[in-house]
Nanobody
Framework: QVQLVESGGGVVQAGGSLRLSCAASGRTFNMYGMGWFRQAPGNERELVAAISWSGHYIYYVDSVQGRFTISRDNAKNTVYLQMNSLEPEDTAVYFC??????????????????WGQGTQVTVSS
């Protein structure tokens, strides 16, 4: 089992920045990669960014390209999501998720085996 704990959410004004962290514990040695998803009220959960533990694969959804940066610290088993130039449309609950095998499509939630509890990000206009 792998446990994921997110932190770093909060309330920020438009144009501001936040950094989310996702710390993994447990059987982390068999993780392939991690993703950050978000879900706003009434919307489906969508992939925002993903990264393989090797760092060879990185993905961003178009709406955050150039504003968000995903990174990982393998020694700390932690993945970060640096969010800059935040917009009200970024308001959502953000979840980190981990997969234990190479996914066919990183965007599908069923490709992930473990999920964190979520952290709220609210961007005011």
């Amino acid at each position: 089992q792998v446990q994921l704990v997110e932190s770093g959410g909060g309330v920020v004004q438009a144009g501001g920045s936040l950094r989310l962290s996702c710390a993994a514990s447990g059987r982390t040695f068999n993780m392939y990669g991690m993703g950050w998803f978000r879900q706003a009220p009434g919307n489906e959960r969508e992939l925002v960014a993903a990264i393989s533990w090797s760092g060879h694969y990185i993905y961003y959804v178009d709406s955050v390209q150039g504003r968000f940066t995903i990174s990982r610290d393998n020694a700390k088993n932690t993945v970060y999501l640096q969010m800059n130039s935040l917009e009200p449309e970024d308001t959502a609950v953000y979840f980190c998720a981990a997969n234990s095998r190479r996914p066919r499509n990183w965007a599908f939630t069923y490709e992930y085996d473990y999920w964190g509890q979520g952290t709220q990000v609210t961007v005011s206009s």
